[in-house]
């Protein structure tokens, strides 16, 4: 089994000075097949009084390969995917309702006032964070809204916390893998003065999940290695362990918490 390193990285460095728009171009596939979905039950509360859905326009901010983008075009809503990393673009499976663009949290590239809705699905702390509410406020219309979205591993489920052991340790406990979204990630939208009525709801998310996917999760992650000892230590455990729960249960889940934080934009 890995054993954690002597050091740590450290948590003083916000996350989105850690390289954040080419990190995941070597990724781009594994991330495409394997990362998670979200609930349903999450985008009907992003959606919840806006309106009717075929009638909204989105910005899907940091939008990846367009797992969530196409969740929101699936209810109607014409959705901008806003990504500046190229592989993941092209690695995104079409969908009438969506649109990709090149673009980052601090320019989106769209006009004043053109959006109903601005999402942040997994990436908001990736972003420089007054500098993206800044620019969600500019893009939004007055009756719009923000969603910022996480799929948070449940350390509740047995299964799900052993695996978070190993993620952590062959991180080097990554400041990613110890997120804190309401007293950190979150702040900047709560505090803002752009933005108010800021609130939390949270849902579980059960992914069925197999051995493969499971080392496909672990290889888009972007502060993980795909390859040498490290990685070749962790594919082992995660290995084992999956083993031996499937002999015990069958089955296996893989649980996440999704934490959703709206807030509507203030007047000017």
Not at 239 to 257: C, P, S
Request: aromatic share 8%.
């Amino acid at each position: 089994m890995l054993k954690p390193g002597s050091a740590k990285m450290s948590h003083s460095t916000p996350m989105h000075q850690m390289n954040p728009l080419d990190r995941f171009s070597n990724r781009a596939g594994d991330y495409a097949r394997y990362r998670p979905s979200y609930p349903a039950a999450a985008i009907a509360a992003i959606l919840a009084d806006l309106g009717e859905p075929g009638q909204l326009t989105a910005a899907d901010v940091g939008a990846g390969t367009g797992i969530s983008a196409r969740l929101l075009a699936d209810q109607g809503v014409n959705v901008w995917a806003i990504e500046p990393n190229a592989a993941m673009r092209q690695s995104a499976e079409p969908h009438a309702g969506v649109t990709f663009q090149a673009g980052t949290a601090e320019q989106t590239g769209l006009p004043d006032g053109s959006v109903d809705l601005v999402t942040c699905f997994q990436a908001f702390h990736w972003f420089d964070p007054a500098k993206s509410l800044d620019e969600f406020h500019r893009i939004l219309r007055l009756t719009g809204r923000v969603a910022l979205v996480w799929n948070e591993r449940d350390q509740d489920d047995p299964f799900t916390a052993q695996y978070t052991q190993l993620i952590r340790v062959a991180s080097n406990q990554h400041p990613a893998e110890h997120r804190n979204l309401l007293a950190v990630e979150t702040k900047p939208l709560a505090s803002s003065d752009r933005f108010q009525n800021f609130r939390h709801h949270s849902f579980v998310y059960r992914q069925a999940i197999d051995l493969p996917a499971l080392i496909g999760r672990i290889r888009s992650t972007s502060y993980l290695p795909q390859e040498g000892v490290v990685y070749d230590q962790l594919v082992d455990d995660v290995t084992q362990l999956y083993r031996q729960w499937e002999q015990a249960q069958g089955a296996i889940d893989l649980v996440h918490r999704t934490d959703v934080f709206l807030a509507e934009p203030s007047s000017p």
